[in-house]
């Protein structure tokens, strides 16, 4: 046997190594991706709420949302044109990201994220020197294109950077990225709102600039990771590259499996067609699952409408710019909660607790507005009330970001084996976009209809996305990424869709058979 692997705590591998500066700097830089999501999510909300950019831009919502007198405050005026203009942009990734595959697989993850910086860069120059719709529009497309190459290649890089025992933690430095990104683009709305002349949206919309000249700049310094360099082809590299990130010199073993793994992918010429066969159906069921779960926890509801929703229960312009400040600080530190838990944790556990946590919310969140909205949608909240929901808001926020946050990116990136990966990854992002599109689009008229039934529509889907973890999500922590078959293997469920020769050299040495140990 090669190497010096030794037995992790659940009787599975463990390579040889330790966190080197090196790897950890390169995930930073790599993490940084997730900033000009993050940017975007938070900065649209905010600027569509200008009085200047609704006067310059679609002066026809502009005129009829000043002469909206309803004082149903569920139903308040609600414009397809505008959101489809800040959804666009989830559209546009939904189809970069199929195209980020290849450019991933076939060139290496860092150009994608080279590429995916570069043109979100281009979309932030238009945008913020926007002179008409057209403008504005083509900028939020490349944009897109921009996020869809970005959480496309970023979370594969980081969990094929990591050492298995710390994948979750340097994983989810993607998540804390998106998180700062958001609140930073609150905070600058907040700033920008107050500019007079009403030329504070382009100031919003050009710093997106400053994320994606990070992202860009970064890439161009990042090495490629040894599972891509061997994929394509670069062997001397690889091991060179392996030895550097995992800081010693015994990397055999570790060599030697992802060089199966690559055999084994090099058999696959097309990742599309291999996906959807029947071996493939737990990754793949978890990879469509898992986003579209992750949308209907309705945390982009909170994302994108916490001012309005603020608003709406009785605070004023300031106040609401400011809670919405507040739920972003708290998305920021609860996902250092995941970061220090994910790995000894163990995924399972804060999915299931954070889904908890989150249901809890809901529904006391949907009953207090309730208890004040009634059907009719007239009524008032004192402060003290308001602060109660805020409170409620707030915790909900705090599960979601060590729990669904995070694990909607991780988990879909560490499942899937080399020949599929990149092609999996685009169905992760393309799935999340699909949902985000259809949530931001249809929110204000579901609150319109459902009104405080709302909140306990989307507790419901968090019950059943709780339910399906408990049953269906193996635990993934601490194995080692090109192992991974092997928890599908030994699943009481999954395993069924595994045969026996489906496991190859690399998983099954010298006669030992590791699916029994992750069992
Ligand atoms: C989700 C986003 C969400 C963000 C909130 C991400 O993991 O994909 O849709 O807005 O978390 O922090």
């Known amino acids: 046997m090669a190497g010096g692997a030794i037995v992790n705590t659940r009787g599975g591998k463990d390579y040889p190594g330790k966190l080197t500066l090196f790897v950890f700097l390169t995930c930073v830089v790599a993490a940084t991706g997730g900033l000009i999501f993050g940017y975007d999510i938070g900065i649209s909300g905010g600027v569509t709420s200008m009085d200047s950019f609704l006067e310059k831009f679609f002066p026809e919502v502009y005129r009829k949302e000043k002469s909206d007198k309803s004082t149903n405050q569920y139903c308040k005026f609600d414009s397809q044109l505008l959101t489809t203009f800040t959804s666009s942009l989830y559209l546009a990734a939904l189809i970069a990201s199929f195209f980020a595959s290849t450019v991933t697989r076939t060139f290496g993850r860092k150009w994608s994220m080279f590429g995916g910086g570069l043109v979100f860069l281009i979309g932030a120059a238009l945008n913020g020197a926007a002179k008409n719709v057209l403008m504005l529009i083509l900028g939020r497309i490349l944009l897109g294109v921009g996020v869809g190459f970005a959480n496309q290649s970023v979370p594969v890089y980081l969990s094929e950077m990591a050492p298995a025992r710390l994948r979750g933690m340097l994983n989810i430095g993607f998540q804390l990225m998106i998180t700062i990104g958001i609140l930073a683009a609150n905070l600058i709305n907040y700033g920008t709102s107050k500019i007079e002349g009403g030329w504070g949206?382009?100031?919003?919309?050009?710093?997106a600039a400053v994320p994606a000249g990070i992202i860009s700049l970064g890439a161009l310094f990042l090495p490629d990771t040894p599972n891509s360099l061997i994929e394509r082809g670069h062997p001397e590299e690889a091991k060179h590259m392996l030895r550097r990130i995992r800081g010693t010199d015994d990397i055999d073993e570790e060599y030697d499996d992802l060089v199966a793994a690559s055999q084994e992918s090099n058999r696959v010429k097309h990742p599309w067609a291999n996906i959807v066969k029947r071996k493939y159906r737990p990754q793949l069921t978890m990879t469509i699952l898992i986003p579209f779960f992750q949308q209907l926890?309705?945390?982009n509801v909170i994302m994108f409408y916490a001012p309005v929703l603020f608003k709406t229960i009785g605070f004023g312009d300031d106040a609401s710019l400011m809670s919405a400040v507040i739920t972003g600080l708290v998305n920021v530190f609860a996902t250092f909660v995941s970061i220090f838990t994910a790995d000894k944790l163990g995924r399972r556990k804060l999915f299931l607790q954070g889904g908890c946590q989150m249901l809890v919310c809901q529904i006391?969140?949907?009953?207090?507005?309730?208890?004040?909205?009634?059907?009719?949608?007239?009524?008032?909240?004192s402060k003290a009330y308001a602060a109660f929901v805020v409170l409620f808001i707030c915790?909900?926020?705090?599960?979601?970001?060590?729990?669904?946050?995070?694990l909607g990116w991780l988990v879909p990136s560490e499942i899937f084996p080399l020949e599929i990966r990149s092609a999996g990854q685009s169905i992760n992002v393309s799935v999340n976009m699909l949902f985000t599109f259809v949530i931001a689009q249809a929110f204000l008229a579901m609150l319109c209809h459902m009104k405080f039934g709302l909140f306990y529509f989307f507790g419901g889907w968090v019950l059943i996305m709780t339910i399906f973890i408990a049953l269906f999500l193996p635990e993934t922590k601490n194995v080692p990424i090109e192992e991974m078959i092997l928890v599908w293997k030994a699943h009481w469920f999954w395993g069924k869709f595994i045969a026996d020769d489906d496991i190859h050299v690399g998983n099954v040495e010298m006669g030992i058979d590791r699916s029994k140990i992750y069992a």
């Open 201 to 207: 949206w382009r100031v919003s919309l050009a710093l």
């Open 297 to 299: 926890t309705g945390i």
């Open 364 to 381: 006391i969140v949907g009953t207090l507005i309730a208890i004040k909205f009634g059907t009719s949608g007239e009524g008032h909240f």
């Open 395 to 406: 915790v909900y926020v705090a599960g979601f970001a060590w729990s669904w946050g995070p």
